[in-house]
């Protein structure tokens, strides 16, 4: 199983990003596919998730109405499209897959990870 995350990069604030997880290895419509991040200094907290075959999602308050989680079953890939990006979502973020989960929050729930994508968010 691999996840692959990528679309990181540098951004002005009130910028957009989009990441991209790919997930190969799993039958991707059993999987929930969650994003976490983590900022330099601070603990790995939950950001969105894409609950298997799309059965819902959930967004962390602090960026709800800014971040937009879908799915592509076809392409075994799940993005987080991120827009009116602010300084402090600057972090590194990581895609991670839970077997038939719905809209699991804790990293505990996850059962595989993908290494981070870095974004920065300047002022």
């Known amino acids: 199983v691999q996840l692959q995350a990528s679309g990181g990069g540098l951004v002005q604030a009130g910028g957009s990003l989009r990441l991209s997880c790919a997930a190969s290895?799993?039958?991707?419509?059993?999987?929930?596919t969650g994003w976490f991040r983590q900022a330099p200094g601070k603990e790995r907290e939950f950001v969105a998730v894409?609950?298997?075959?799309?059965?819902?999602?959930y967004y962390a308050d602090s960026v709800k109405g800014r971040f937009t989680v879908s799915g592509d079953n076809a392409k075994n890939t799940v993005y987080l499209q991120m827009n009116s990006l602010k300084p402090e979502d600057t972090a590194v973020y990581y895609c991670?897959?839970?077997?038939?989960?719905?809209?699991?929050?804790?990293?505990?729930?996850?059962?595989?990870w993908g290494q981070g994508t870095q974004v920065t968010v300047s002022s």
């Open positions: 290895g799993l039958t991707f419509s059993r999987y929930a």
């Open positions: 991670a897959a839970d077997y038939l989960g719905r809209t699991p929050t804790k990293e505990s729930e996850y059962d595989y």
């Open positions: 894409f609950g298997r075959s799309g059965v819902a999602t």
